[in-house]
Each structure stands twice: as C-alpha cells, then as structure tokens.
C-alpha cells in the first residue's frame, strides 16, 4: 500500500517548523492544525508522490540514526495520524 499527500492540506514553513493546515470547504482548519518535527516534515516531504511506508523507513533509516524498529513504529504511527485527519491518502501499489 502507498501513501501520497491530500489535496486538501498546505504545508507552510514557520519559525523553522513546518505546519500543516487541512483545507474544510476552500477554508484553512484552524482547528486540526499539525506541526510536524523534523522527521515528521521529512516524511511529508516523500509523501509528495505515492510512496510505500517500507519506503519512507529505509529513507529516515539512511538519513536519521535511528533503530529500524523504532523508525518502523514512528513512521506507521505517524502515517496512521496523518491518514485519521484526512491528510493522506492510501492508494494501491
């Protein structure tokens, strides 16, 4: 299974964050707003096209020193997150 970004998110950087503002009916929901850790706003960002959750591990894996088990939980908890507020998508592989 593959996990691509919603359409209806925007993500902005501020103060060196990056934050995620689901779009409601053309209006930014100030209310579910997400701000993302680095390791978060670097899963996002592979999230730009449809990308296996095995994928995204071995990315923060190469990139972060991190334990693949560890990587494995944060990543699925991450996604799980991301996919109960709407903000991503499953798709087929």
Known sequence: MNYRRSSEVVCREVGGESILVPI???VG???????????????????????SAERIVDEIC?????ERETAQA??????AS?????LVNKEPS
């Open 62 to 66: 190469t990139e972060f020193e991190v």
């Open 24 to 26: 409601r009916n053309r």
């Open 82 to 86: 991301l996919e109960l507020a709407s």
């Open 29 to 51: 929901d100030l209310e579910s707003i997400f701000v993302l850790s680095p390791v978060a706003s670097r899963i996002w960002s592979l999230l730009d096209a449809p990308t």
């Open 74 to 79: 944060d990543v699925n908890e991450l996604l």
